[in-house]
């Protein structure tokens, strides 16, 4: 789709120099832009950079007021974001048409809403809801009683199982299992065997959640697990059964997070980060790279970052590295 520059000017709420009939098709980055082409700059060596790319137009922060340039530049405060909103507007719809197709199953008592699609080998089982202008990729299977909100985007092969409720803008990638059961066991002292814990709950994803590919979320042992609204998963990431996930959450590939977790709001987990069973991350709190959280551990702190394992405040994760460096070298 075409947009001027002075029509995304518009739609962000920015303001806008030079020429605002420039016509744009896309997004790209400062090295691979053509002339149709939008780019952006988060400080001056960027916009230096961007100026004498190939871009028809660029997005740049107030730093960039008084530039001169001969390309229309659009002032935002946060030009990241200005730029990221902009590629959503510019980014090509793919076109779906809405209905059943002839090789997907339906369940006579499934809800199916209007504009909605279910592609090729998707199977959406008794009393499902499917919402309006929500797509069910190929080969997905919806169980019994699932309820997806509208405009969401199933991806192919996805596997929602019974008891799980899906808000509205919900996008699920490839891959991706919600609501198995938790992995819950009671030792017999007796025989030594391990018995399976119920595993009746449910899970609440909320709306405006991305859940990555092949990533897993349980559900409940006996109550309910939550992903809170805006919450960001990654690729690979496991959630166990109970945890209570708040809103605008960010949690990146390959974290486990045990069964009884709570995450609360606005909460930054890094790569590879291990959360045991019955912690709790407090508000606002980031986890580095591969962090280590124990059990029952409280972590708070809003905007303190936290690093290694046992997790520690970043200052005190460094201080006791260089105490340990000091100690080689008192060895030496």
């Given at each position: 789709?075409?947009?001027?520059?002075?029509?995304?000017?518009r739609?962000?709420?920015?303001?806008?120099?030079?020429?605002?009939?420039?016509?744009?098709?896309?997004?790209?980055?400062?090295?691979?832009?053509?002339?149709?082409?939008?780019?952006f700059?988060?400080?001056?060596?960027?916009?230096?950079?961007?100026?004498?790319?190939?871009?028809?137009?660029?997005?740049?922060?107030?730093?960039?007021?008084?530039?001169?340039?001969?390309?229309?530049?659009v002032?935002?405060?946060?030009?990241?974001?200005?730029?990221?909103?902009?590629?959503?507007?510019?980014?090509e719809?793919?076109?779906?048409?809405?209905?059943?197709?002839?090789?997907?199953?339906?369940?006579?008592?499934?809800?199916?809403?209007?504009?909605?699609?279910?592609?090729?080998?998707?199977?959406?089982d008794?009393?499902?809801?499917i919402g309006?202008?929500?797509?069910?990729?190929?080969?997905s299977?919806?169980a019994?009683?699932?309820?997806?909100?509208?405009?969401?985007?199933?991806?192919?092969?996805?596997?929602?199982?019974?008891?799980?409720?899906?808000?509205?803008?919900?996008?699920?990638?490839?891959?991706?299992?919600?609501?198995?059961?938790?992995?819950?066991?009671?030792?017999?002292?007796?025989?030594?065997r391990?018995?399976?814990?119920?595993?009746?709950?449910?899970?609440?994803?909320?709306?405006?959640?991305?859940?990555?590919?092949?990533?897993?979320?349980?559900?409940?042992?006996?109550?309910?697990?939550?992903?809170?609204?805006?919450?960001?998963?990654?690729?690979?990431?496991?959630?166990?059964?109970?945890?209570?996930?708040?809103?605008?959450?960010?949690?990146?590939?390959q974290?486990?997070?045990?069964?009884?977790?709570?995450?609360?709001?606005?909460?930054?987990?890094?790569?590879?980060?291990?959360?045991?069973?019955?912690?709790?991350?407090?508000?606002?709190?980031?986890?580095?790279?591969?962090?280590?959280?124990?059990p029952?551990?409280i972590?708070?702190?809003?905007?303190?970052?936290?690093?290694?394992?046992?997790?520690?405040?970043?200052?005190?994760?460094?201080?006791?590295?260089?105490?340990?460096?000091?100690?080689?070298?008192?060895?030496?």
């Amino acid at each position: 789709m075409q947009w001027t520059v002075g029509e995304i000017a518009r739609a962000l709420g920015a303001r806008l120099t030079g020429d605002r009939r420039v016509e744009l098709d896309g997004v790209a980055s400062i090295a691979a832009a053509s002339g149709r082409k939008l780019v952006f700059a988060d400080d001056e060596r960027q916009l230096k950079a961007a100026l004498e790319s190939a871009a028809g137009a660029l997005i740049a922060g107030v730093f960039a007021e008084n530039a001169r340039s001969l390309k229309p530049l659009v002032v935002s405060a946060h030009p990241r974001l200005a730029f990221a909103r902009a590629a959503e507007l510019m980014a090509e719809q793919e076109e779906r048409k809405p209905g059943i197709h002839s090789r997907a199953l339906v369940a006579a008592s499934a809800v199916i809403g209007s504009q909605a699609t279910i592609d090729a080998c998707a199977i959406v089982d008794e009393q499902a809801t499917i919402g309006e202008q929500t797509s069910v990729g190929a080969g997905s299977f919806i169980a019994k009683g699932v309820i997806i909100g509208a405009e969401c985007r199933i991806f192919p092969n996805v596997t929602i199982y019974p008891g799980t409720v899906v808000g509205k803008r919900v996008r699920i990638h490839s891959g991706a299992v919600l609501g198995s059961d938790g992995f819950g066991y009671v030792r017999d002292p007796a025989t030594g065997r391990h018995v399976k814990f119920p595993q009746i709950g449910s899970l609440e994803v909320g709306d405006d959640v991305e859940i990555g590919a092949n990533s897993t979320i349980d559900r409940g042992a006996l109550e309910s697990t939550l992903i809170g609204r805006g919450t960001k998963i990654d690729n690979l990431v496991h959630v166990g059964h109970n945890c209570r996930i708040g809103e605008n959450v960010i949690i990146a590939a390959q974290t486990g997070v045990s069964g009884s977790v709570v995450i609360e709001d606005n909460v930054i987990v890094g790569g590879q980060v291990g959360i045991a069973d019955h912690a709790r991350i407090e508000k606002g709190v980031l986890l580095g790279a591969q962090c280590g959280v124990l059990p029952h551990k409280i972590v708070r702190g809003e905007g303190v970052a936290f690093w290694g394992t046992p997790a520690r405040p970043l200052r005190k994760y460094l201080k006791s590295l260089a105490a340990l460096a000091s100690l080689g070298r008192d060895g030496d």
